[in-house]
């Protein structure tokens, strides 16, 4: 009886969690989304969302070389993220792995091994990914603008080193270049502008 209770309990508990997830409106999802990318390719950016029962879909053609991530209505607060077109092979062999269950590591791992046989391309040249978050309470989804906003980018740089590029393995002060998983397909410089 106990057992029965619990299952029942359980089931409630994910039925109100599900019930939770408000999934914004595709016109409202782009908006926000594009906000990661450069002002002038917000507007042709293809963009990747969320239909209304949560299945990840593109809910906009691009036009130009930019593509951009809607924020995951299941976690609370905003992130969203734009990339070079170039990136998409590599984002996109992320999202299948994650779906699968891969761990981070084994994402890794796998795609290291994809990108060396050439199965997996990267870009030739840098890439560069915008990623802008902030918090639940300054995100209004009634007109996809978000106070306050947080803008860092990642420039991807495959098998790049600190000594290819002269930038340190981290930031001696805030806002500072540097460069993290150097020497592999993930080899990217971080700048993370200094907070307010």
């Known amino acids: 009886m106990n057992r029965i209770f619990f299952h029942a309990a359980a089931l409630c508990v994910a ?33 990747y969302g969320y239909a209304a029962d949560g299945t990840f879909k593109v809910l906009r053609a691009g036009t130009n070389d930019f593509v951009c991530i809607a924020d995951d209505p299941k976690k609370e607060a905003i992130n969203v993220s734009c990339y070079h077109a170039d990136l998409e092979p590599f984002m996109e062999r992320g999202r299948v792995l994650t779906k699968e269950g891969k761990s981070q590591k084994d994402i890794f791992d ?38 306050d906003g947080y803008l860092r980018y990642v420039v991807y740089i495959p098998y790049a080193t600190a000594e290819s590029t002269g930038l340190p393995l981290k930031p001696d002060v805030p806002g500072m270049p540097w460069i993290m998983d150097p020497g592999t397909h993930r080899a990217h410089i971080m700048i993370n502008p200094a907070k307010k």
């Open 15 to 47: 039925f109100q969690a599900q019930a939770q997830t408000v999934i914004p409106a595709a016109d409202i999802q782009i908006k926000t989304a594009s906000l990661a990318a450069p002002v002038d390719k917000q507007a042709g950016a293809k963009v």
């Open 110 to 147: 796998i795609r290291e091994k994809e990108v060396k046989s050439g199965q997996l391309k990267m870009p030739k040249q840098p890439a560069t990914l915008y990623s802008f978050s902030g918090s639940a309470e300054n995100y209004d989804s009634q007109t996809g603008e978000v106070k």
